[in-house]
């Protein structure tokens, strides 16, 4: 399985992006997908991950800013991202398997930069 994501850049506080991560070759079903991120020195984090069946999770302190969806007909998974605050500066991963926010499978990662 190979994870590509796509959409990260530089963005001013208050703005949004939006984040893709699209699946492809030998997908197992059923298969998670989910996004971590890793500020600069500091671990890797869970955001939010989602099942093929439209389960949800969001790390508490991100919802209502972060939302993550998936169109399971292209195999991809998206992270909208409102209000971004410097804090949100990251990298970010998208991650699939078998199980819920499962990292049996790593993208390349996408760099979000939110500074003024």
């Known amino acids: 399985v190979q994870l590509q994501a796509s959409g990260g850049g530089w963005v001013q506080p208050g703005e949004s992006l939006r984040l893709s991560c699209a699946a492809s070759g030998s997908i197992p079903s059923p298969f998670y997908m989910g996004w971590y991120r890793q500020a600069p020195g500091k671990a890797r984090q869970l955001v939010a991950a989602?099942?093929?069946?439209?389960?949800?999770w969001t790390v508490g302190s991100l919802k209502g800013r972060f939302t993550i969806s998936r169109d399971n007909a292209k195999n991809t998974v998206y992270l909208q991202m409102n209000s971004l605050e410097p804090e949100d500066t990251a990298v970010y991963y998208c991650?699939?398997?078998?199980?819920?926010?499962?990292?049996?499978?790593w993208g390349q990662g996408t760099l979000v930069t939110v500074s003024s």
């Open positions: 989602m099942s093929t069946g439209g389960n949800t």
């Open positions: 991650s699939g398997g078998t199980s819920f926010a499962s990292r049996d499978y």
